[in-house]
């Protein structure tokens, strides 16, 4: 019985909707190496030349940068909202591609500005650094989202009907065990309700963590249990608190991202809207490489 359980259990987890076991970006440490190289690039600018947004170079930085940051908006919002570019590949590639030109193309502009922020061109960087910022905290919210193996967005069904699948294991394990056992197991199972939707989403690892800890402790009182009984109701009941806190998430995660998008959006439409005013300007006063 108990072989039984343990390997259909991880048939289950081979198959779960985990965020742990989907395919992991890797959009971050890319972004973070064009924004090494750039560096490396300002570096012997600024030895050649002195770094300034007039500067037919440093015009181009701004140029390439603006033209990432244009794309950063229009890419991935036209492969989420329309089915024409269904051929271009999922629409996860394309978020993670969202990501790196949204952080290389202001990195771009920030050195075409040769760090001088004056005027319009000041208020375009610091509505840049509120966007930038913002897109952040909405990568940090997409992870919150519990996905399946392949990436795609899991659903409540889903996970309640994973929950329910292993709760039947941990009740058929726990049936023939001493009292003690059966209590430890229904202390174990308790959880916290009401919790604030940003306290779940911000805090995940740390309650995840204290979970594991008192698992441990609890699990060394079970004098009951031999090794490989403790390791696999360690597993189940693990497996059940990480798909009960996936259920929580995911409800948290939409309700803060939708107030992120009321914020997000309008941030990023001005920001727009200065730069376009700054080429306009650039443009008609015949500055940088439209001398």
């Given at each position: 019985?108990?072989?039984?359980?343990?390997?259909?259990?991880?048939?289950?987890e081979?198959f779960?909707?985990?965020?742990?076991?989907?395919?992991?970006?890797?959009?971050?440490?890319l972004?973070?190496f064009?924004?090494?190289?750039?560096?490396?690039?300002?570096?012997?600018?600024?030895?050649l030349?002195?770094?300034?947004?007039?500067?037919?170079?440093?015009?181009?930085?701004?140029?390439?940068?603006?033209l990432l940051m244009?794309?950063t908006?229009?890419?991935?919002?036209?492969?989420?909202?329309?089915?024409?570019?269904?051929?271009?590949?999922?629409?996860?590639?394309?978020?993670?591609?969202?990501?790196v030109t949204?952080?290389?193309?202001?990195?771009?502009?920030?050195m075409?500005?040769?760090l001088?922020?004056?005027?319009?061109?000041?208020?375009?960087f610091?509505?840049?650094?509120?966007?930038?910022?913002?897109?952040?905290?909405g990568?940090?919210?997409?992870?919150?989202?519990?996905?399946?193996i392949?990436?795609?967005?899991?659903?409540?069904?889903?996970?309640?009907?994973?929950?329910?699948?292993?709760?039947?294991?941990?009740?058929?394990?726990?049936?023939?065990?001493?009292?003690?056992?059966?209590?430890?197991?229904?202390?174990l199972?308790?959880?916290?309700?009401?919790r604030?939707?940003?306290?779940?989403?911000?805090?995940?690892?740390?309650y995840?963590?204290?979970?594991?800890?008192?698992?441990?402790?609890?699990?060394?009182?079970?004098?009951?249990?031999?090794?490989?009984?403790?390791?696999q109701?360690?597993?189940m009941?693990?497996?059940r608190?990480?798909?009960?806190?996936?259920?929580?998430?995911?409800?948290?995660?939409?309700?803060v991202?939708r107030i992120?998008h009321?914020?997000?959006?309008p941030?990023?439409?001005?920001?727009f809207?200065?730069?376009?005013?700054?080429?306009?300007a650039?443009?008609?006063?015949?500055?940088?490489?439209?001398?």
């Amino acid at each position: 019985m108990q072989k039984r359980l343990t390997n259909s259990f991880v048939r289950r987890e081979d198959f779960a909707s985990s965020g742990e076991t989907a395919v992991r970006p890797y959009e971050l440490e890319l972004s973070l190496f064009f924004v090494i190289v750039l560096s490396g690039i300002y570096i012997a600018y600024d030895i050649l030349a002195t770094p300034k947004g007039g500067h037919p170079f440093g015009h181009s930085l701004g140029i390439i940068g603006t033209l990432l940051m244009v794309m950063t908006e229009t890419g991935y919002s036209l492969r989420k909202r329309t089915s024409w570019l269904n051929w271009a590949g999922p629409v996860r590639y394309w978020l993670s591609l969202h990501i790196v030109t949204g952080i290389v193309g202001p990195f771009m502009v920030l050195m075409h500005t040769g760090l001088q922020f004056r005027g319009l061109a000041g208020v375009s960087f610091i509505l840049t650094l509120i966007v930038v910022g913002s897109g952040f905290m909405g990568r940090y919210l997409y992870t919150a989202l519990p996905r399946s193996i392949s990436g795609v967005t899991t659903s409540r069904q889903a996970l309640e009907r994973e929950i329910r699948s292993v709760s039947q294991n941990i009740t058929q394990f726990e049936a023939q065990k001493p009292e003690r056992v059966q209590q430890l197991v229904a202390e174990l199972s308790q959880r916290p309700t009401g919790r604030n939707p940003l306290l779940t989403i911000l805090g995940r690892s740390y309650y995840q963590w204290r979970f594991q800890r008192r698992l441990k402790r609890e699990l060394k009182k079970m004098d009951q249990l031999v090794a490989e009984q403790k390791q696999q109701i360690s597993q189940m009941l693990t497996r059940r608190r990480d798909l009960q806190r996936q259920t929580e998430m995911l409800e948290a995660a939409r309700r803060v991202m939708r107030i992120w998008h009321i914020l997000h959006i309008p941030f990023g439409l001005t920001l727009f809207f200065s730069v376009a005013l700054h080429i306009f300007a650039t443009i008609y006063f015949r500055a940088g490489l439209f001398k």
